[in-house]
């Protein structure tokens, strides 16, 4: 994995966990890139006014969200709007596979893609792999002639249906979210239904609903966020959804850490800015031992 594109530290995510342990490693003259979603902190950018974080009383979540992301630009670093997939070790470095089938390579990285607000479906982990799916871009060619589904709890699985029914025969579009789309293409099916569990033998086999059931042979699920737990093998987690560190953001995994929601409660910004300080300043030590 090493070459010219090589970098120190890959962060994942760029909400403030992510923004802070960006700026830490490049003031520590780190080589640092971000892998954050479309919208840096949606969360944030939505509250209406945060009146906790020391120094900034009743400041609207958008306009501290701005300042972070400026302090960040003023340092160059480099944000790549998009969503990891999966990360995978190497021989000294860690490669982060991209939604667009890119892969980043790095000599450590540091998680910090908050929490999903959804649990995982019955049937998802079982079938991840064999049937059920994260990305389209990824993994649509293996679908031709085939009926998927696509359950999309953001506007990004309109693109991935899109994607999808390019090479499979039917696609089922269930949309989780406001302001869905009545019609997608030809042969796309949108369904206004909730999805119960995914079913099958050794690969999928169907999508349960609540009113119904659908034959499919795939199943994509489209988060903000792939599932903790599904992001990098052997990642050891604690109640059963959130990353374990130690007190110096280090999870069980040498030159891998953690900061902010990702590592449980309190769900609190200037945690998050505090623990993306700490994982950076470890990860440092870690890259110059």
């Known amino acids: 994995m090493e070459g010219t594109h ?4 890959a962060v994942v995510g760029c909400g403030p966990a992510g923004l802070s342990a960006a700026v830490n490693l490049k003031i520590r003259k780190k080589k640092v890139k971000i892998v954050g979603g479309e919208v840096c902190s949606p969360k944030l950018y939505s509250s209406p006014e945060v009146n906790n974080y020391l120094g900034f009383p009743n400041i609207k979540g958008s306009d501290l969200r701005e300042r972070f992301l400026k302090h960040v630009r003023g340092l160059n670093i480099e944000i790549a709007k998009t969503k990891v997939i999966n990360i ?12 667009e089938n890119e892969i980043i390579s790095a000599r450590a990285v540091i998680i910090a893609v908050g929490v999903t607000s959804t649990a995982t479906l019955p049937g998802e982990e079982e079938f991840l792999g064999r049937g059920v799916g994260y990305c ?3 993994d649509a060619p293996l679908y031709k002639g085939k009926d998927v589904a696509v359950v999309a709890f953001n506007k990004e699985g309109e693109k991935e249906a899109g994607l999808l029914s390019q090479y499979s025969n039917k696609v089922y579009f269930i949309p989780l979210y406001k302001d869905a789309p009545r019609f997608l293409g030809d042969n796309i099916e949108i369904f206004n239904d909730i999805p119960t569990a995914v079913v099958g033998d050794q690969f999928v086999s169907s999508l349960e609903l609540k009113k119904g059931r659908l034959e499919v042979q795939g199943v994509f699920i489209i988060r903000e966020t792939v599932p903790v737990d599904q992001l990098l093998p052997g990642l050891e987690m604690q109640d059963g959804k959130y990353i374990k560190v130690n007190i110096n953001m280090e999870t069980n995994i040498p030159g891998v850490f953690a900061a902010g929601d990702c590592v449980g409660k309190p769900f609190q910004l200037a945690k998050a800015v505090g623990q993306g300080q700490v994982a950076a300043l470890r990860a440092a030590d870690y890259l110059d031992g």
């Open 136 to 138: 389209a871009t990824c």
């Open 88 to 99: 995978f070790p190497g021989d000294k470095s860690f490669g982060l596979l991209t939604k």
């Open 6 to 9: 090589l970098y120190d530290v």
